[in-house]
């Protein structure tokens, strides 16, 4: 089932990344400590990949509003 509603935006605070392996082979872990708790995330290389490059969009825009 889809959710409607959409949450409201949280402020990141604290960043850290790590690593972890296991038979399937490795994950990166990103996580987030936010105003509203830990946001953990668990990325391959291809989802890493898409999250870079979102950032990379992200950044630009925020660059051109200067």
Do not use: C, Y
């Amino acid at each position: 089932m889809r959710r409607t509603t959409k949450a409201l935006p949280f402020m990141p605070t604290e960043i850290h990344v790590s690593t972890v392996e296991d038979e399937k082979g490795v994950l990166g872990i990103l996580s987030i400590q936010t105003t509203e708790g830990i946001l953990d995330l668990a990325l391959d290389l291809a989802s890493a990949d898409a999250i870079a490059n979102a950032v990379k969009e992200i950044r630009s825009k925020l660059a051109a509003e200067r």
